[in-house]
């Protein structure tokens, strides 16, 4: 079977070192000292300077808003993970759809600003893929209308634009480490903040609003990360390079083999150094796409429709919150994530392609 992606797993044995480690120290979560490590170690990996981690991505979305007291209305893409509008409705906003680029599939300011109202509290975008949203644009839109900018970065993780992280744009960007991410912690996350006050507001709230011995400081929850999941982050963060470097073989074998295909593979932009977490291809239509996918479960493959559906179409939010969004519709029926993971043999790409290229007429 070969599925979208697989989980990397480090050498056991570096894994077990750790949790000689946590065993010997008798401390397992509450700010211990692996997750103090992680924390240092991934700033400097991703080179950003205040960031928290979090228990999940989810979680991190919703210290977002929390931590920047966000109301009312907040202007979304249609074109992500369910998390991304899940976090918006479960923390009491309304999510406003806008509309994607075609080219990036990111979120296209040019529809942005039709789109505020007064009750508009900022944007939520997502880099998705890791392809950069339009950081400039948006952020000139939001410093405009006052609002504020929340990235969520899920597939960011050692994205760089223009040589810097593509994390330090934005009010907050969040990262998820869900074990089906590029660099994962089992489950875990990170809320990065341009500023520390805010990061000081996400360490206080993700560990229930309670700072000090007794000190009770805000409206908490809890979203700390153990010493067993930070355990696994130091055991994979040093061998990010290697992994990366290995998608990117991947992705340009897949390249060369569908070049000459009706299929689109997207494709990060210039100026962006990419980390290869997913291979997503646009079909020429949604019946194109069905009969390939079809035909590669035929054949115990599985990739995925990310990101299906769009999420302007949720049955749960129709009512509240459906606004046509052709692009991102049209994008979200024709769309697949073929297989993408550090031990994917090259034959194996190279019969997953042989299949689909088989279907297209
Ligand atoms: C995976 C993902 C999330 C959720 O992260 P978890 O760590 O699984 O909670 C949020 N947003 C996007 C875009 C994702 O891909």
Redesign the pocket.
């Known amino acids: 079977m070969i599925t979208v992606t697989k989980t990397f797993f480090p050498p056991f044995e570096d894994y077990q070192a750790k949790l000689r480690q946590i065993w010997e120290s008798g401390w397992l979560t509450n700010g211990g000292r692996l997750e103090n490590e992680l924390t240092l170690k991934v700033g400097q990996y991703l080179g950003v300077s205040h960031i928290e981690l979090v228990a999940?991505?989810?979680?991190?979305?919703q210290l977002a808003i929390k931590a920047l007291n966000l109301k009312g209305e907040i202007i979304t893409t249609p074109y992500?993970?369910v998390?991304?509008a899940n976090a918006i409705v479960w923390e009491g906003c309304k999510p406003v759809f806008v509309d994607i680029d075609e080219k990036t599939f990111c979120i296209d300011p040019s529809l942005i600003e039709a789109a505020i109202t007064e009750k508009t509290s900022a944007i939520l975008a997502?880099h998705?893929y890791g392809y950069p949203c339009d950081v400039e644009k948006i952020a000139e839109i939001a410093g405009r209308h006052n609002l504020k900018v929340i990235y969520?970065g899920?597939?960011c993780f050692g994205v760089k634009l223009d040589g810097q992280s593509l994390l330090v744009h934005g009010d907050i960007s969040?990262l998820?480490?869900?074990a089906?991410?590029i660099f994962h912690t089992a489950?875990?996350?990170a809320v990065v903040c341009r500023d520390e006050n805010v990061s000081k507001r996400v360490y206080v709230i993700k560990r229930f609003g309670h700072f000090g011995e007794d000190d009770y400081q805000d409206i908490g929850i809890n979203a700390k990360m153990s010493e067993l999941h930070a355990a696994m982050g130091l055991c994979i963060l040093p061998m990010m390079d290697q992994i990366i470097d290995g998608r990117r073989q991947i992705s340009t074998l897949y390249d060369e083999l569908i070049k000459d295909s009706q299929l689109y593979h997207l494709g990060a932009p210039q100026g962006v150094e990419y980390n290869y977490n997913y291979y997503p291809v646009l079909f020429p239509s949604h019946e194109d796409m069905m009969r390939a996918r079809k035909a590669l479960m035929d054949k115990d493959i599985y990739p995925r429709r990310y990101f299906y559906p769009s999420l302007n179409t949720l049955p749960y939010l129709q009512q509240a919150a459906y606004k046509a969004c052709p692009v991102s519709e049209s994008a979200a029926m024709r769309v697949l994530c073929l297989p993408i993971y550090y031990e994917l043999q090259k034959e194996e790409i190279i019969k997953i392609t042989g299949i689909i290229l088989g279907t297209i007429k």
């Open positions: 999940n991505g989810m979680l991190a979305l992500s993970y998390a991304t997502t998705v969520d899920a597939h969040t998820s480490f869900h089906t991410k489950e875990g996350g």
